[in-house]
């Protein structure tokens, strides 16, 4: 009977009883396991109840809150070395790719693009590093290069993957032949059996997906429109390099006619701003030279080389007619004839005759054409910069075998193409006042002599900043030659390069430097470690203000009172109603205890009282008389129930106070 009025007694509560029910976090936190939820109740306590917890004693909160706020607080090392983290990591991973940009910007300087065969040899976390690395700086390079300077047309001039010639197709015979083993370079002959079966259709597609994924996919981001005058933007890569097919009589046929398929043949024509761009496939077009049966390579080439004066008059006739209006077809009369009586040599045909309208031609070769050795490239090859003249010589060194493209050949590459191929090519063209090349990464810009038809020739920088280079780039071209309706030129207009009769400029536009920005964040990681270190050396022996404005809790280890002078210090807080809102308090019961620790505290409570103990009793009795002095009892039945009084006591503020 006493124990039902006492449990009668706890039921009696001085709070609203219209008070809103536990919340679902305050439910959530009490079906936990017993240890789970102690942590997660701390933690809570510890970090989040100034913030959301709804409580009439602001001055508890507003306190720490002034401690954050303060000045001195704010302006401390940690929060210095996160600044000039967070500004050097933008400058690094944003800024600097824009700057770059912006300083190619087409105003200020007319005048009117690595795989697991790049290193073979490096290990997996390095390798995959490099590999998305690689990719976001394209991916950023590009980015900004659509934004801010949004050209009409791009060409790449090969290697557009790294290992390209080695993965495999899904049909067809894509092994060295017999002749050629043995030709490989030690350090790649060891890979070769894993690239076969690693490295298959499956892999190429993915590697096309990356390409896809940076080229293609933010080629309209400026826009699509394109520049007046202009039918369409456009993005050409069929040219193929030797990373792409390999080169010369070791091209594979069936991982060209791949590359084809996805990319168009590599021996093409475009008419662009009044100027024809002729691509020539160079890889294939070696394998002539070669001693073994190369028929089969070499016969697109060759066969495009004979019909490339035809093809070009074709191609600005169909130009002009566009220009003009018109639309280029062929018209037959129907009549029925007899096959033997056709004249064949006489068809009608779109070439408008040897006497047709041309326009200024510009070669694209992936190999550079032949030049000889030591010709110097110019002041602005990064790698090997000219050598320094003799004192009193003013004009630059020639021959400079250190400014200059070597001529040299290896496996599975050449550096320049052969004397004969280079005059061949320049001859069958016909009008080919410039030349753009790649395969070197770095720049070279040189002058061909009389039998080259004195053609400019520009080695285009990669833009890859793993390709031997501090400093990647591109060439921008820009193009000027307005023509009649028989498309002949209206007026020449001076370029900066000495000839009146120059239709295009160019400039070399420069991208970040990578490996300096890596280099710069190597620092910054030191100095930032040794400052902490320092710091935290000197902290104890000048007696520095701590980072941190919260006070570190050092009582908060167990989850009962240890001891009775532990017991009678947190009763008298509870009492005062001062306590510290980042100390959890240690008592399992108390009213005014932590929000949080009181469900799972009682519930520990209530496995006390079911197998008594002197110790457990005590507790239970003390932690029931702070929340009703006048109906304190030691018998277990009677603390049962009060357990159960406070646990719904508990609820309800928990539900009252932890809400989002």
């Known amino acids: 009977m006493a124990s039902t009025s006492a449990y009668h007694s706890a039921s009696r509560s001085t709070r609203d ?16 396991p017993s240890g789970l939820s102690v942590q997660i109740q701390r933690l809570w306590d510890r970090n989040f109840q100034s913030a959301y917890t709804v409580s009439t004693r602001q001055s508890r909160i507003s306190r720490p809150l002034r401690r954050w706020y303060w000045p001195r607080s704010l302006l401390n090392l940690p929060h210095l070395l996160v600044a000039v983290w967070f500004l050097t990591l933008l400058w690094g991973e944003r800024w600097v790719f824009q700057s770059s940009i912006e300083a190619c910007d087409w105003r200020k300087w007319e005048r009117w693009l690595i795989d697991p065969h790049s290193y ?65 370079p030690s350090g790649e002959q060891a890979f070769v059996e894993t690239w076969g079966k690693r490295y298959g259709e499956d892999f190429w597609l993915h590697e ?58 590599g021996n093409r024509v475009d008419v662009i701003a009044n100027h024809t761009f002729v691509s020539v496939d160079s890889v294939s077009l ?74 200024p031609t510009i070669l694209l070769t992936h190999v550079p054409l032949y030049r000889s050795p030591g010709t110097p490239c110019g002041p602005q090859r990064e790698h090997w910069p000219p050598t320094t003249p003799p004192k009193g ?63 400019r020739e520009i080695t285009v920088k990669s833009m890859n900043w793993a390709m031997g280079i501090r400093k990647p780039g591109f060439v921008m071209l820009s193009m000027w030659n307005p023509v009649g309706p028989d498309g002949r030129p209206l007026h020449s207009s001076p370029s900066g390069h000495g000839s009146a009769a120059t239709t295009t400029e160019s400039h070399l536009c420069l991208l970040p430097d990578q490996l300096g920005i890596l280099i710069r964040y190597v620092y910054l990681i030191v ?41 009678k210090r947190r009763e008298a807080q509870d009492r005062d109603g001062d306590h510290d809102p980042y100390r959890s308090s240690n008592s399992s019961t108390s009213s005014t205890a932590s929000t949080t620790l009181a469900p799972r505290t009682v519930t520990r409570t209530r496995s006390f009282v079911s197998r008594p103990h002197p110790s457990s009793t005590k507790q239970t009795a003390m932690a029931i008389q702070m929340e ?10 009677t603390a049962a129930a009060k357990a159960q009084h406070m646990t719904k006591l508990a609820s309800e503020r928990l539900g009252n106070q932890i809400q989002f």
């Not at 009883?17 to 936990?32: C, G, K, T």
């Not at 590999?131 to 300077?149: C, E, P, V, W």
């Open 17 to 32: 009883h219209f008070i809103e029910p536990p919340s679902l976090l305050s439910r959530i936190i009490m079906a936990l």
């Open 120 to 184: 073979p040899g490096r290990p997996w976390p390095l390798d995959t590093f490099t590999i998305l690395h690689t990719d976001n700086y394209l991916k950023r390079s590009y980015i900004s290069l659509q934004k801010k300077l949004h050209p009409d047309t791009i060409f790449f001039l090969g290697d557009l993957f790294d290992g390209g010639r080695e993965w495999k197709t899904a049909k067809g015979n894509t092994k060295d032949a017999d002749w050629a083993n043995g030709l490989r």
């Open 208 to 265: 096309y997906g990356r390409f896809g994924n940076i080229f293609l996919k933010y080629w309209n981001l400026g826009g699509d429109k394109p520049g007046p005058g202009q039918p369409a933007r456009r993005i050409i890569a069929s040219l193929p390099g030797n990373h792409d097919l390999g080169f010369g009589d070791q091209i594979k046929i069936p991982i060209r006619n791949r590359f084809e398929v996805y990319f168009g043949e």
């Open 286 to 359: 070696s394998a002539g030279e070669s001693e073994h049966d190369t028929t089969e390579i070499t016969k697109p080439v060759e066969k495009f080389l004979s019909e490339v004066q035809v093809t070009k008059r074709k191609a600005v006739a169909r130009e002009l007619d566009r220009q003009a209006g018109h639309e280029r077809t062929l018209q037959y009369k129907h009549k029925v004839e007899e096959p033997d009586a056709v004249d064949y040599k006489k068809l009608r045909t779109l070439d408008p005759g040897p006497n047709g309208a041309d326009f």
């Open 393 to 455: 010589q003013t004009s630059p060194v020639n021959p400079d075998e250190r400014n200059a493209i070597s001529i040299s050949k290896g496996y599975q590459y050449q550096n320049v193409l052969s004397e004969a191929d280079s005059v061949r090519v320049i001859s069958a063209i016909g009008n080919v006042g410039s030349v753009f090349s790649g395969d070197d990464h770095d720049y070279c810009e040189i002058v061909h002599p009389e039998n080259k038809n004195h053609a």
């Open 527 to 567: 100095i930032s470690l040794l400052a902490l270190t320092i710091r935290a050396i000197l902290t104890p022996m000048f007696k520095l203000t701590p980072f941190s404005a919260h006070r570190v809790p050092s009582e908060d280890m167990s989850l009962l009172p240890t001891t009775a002078k532990d017991s």
């Open 628 to 637: 009703e002095p006048n109906s304190m009892t030691t018998t277990s039945h």
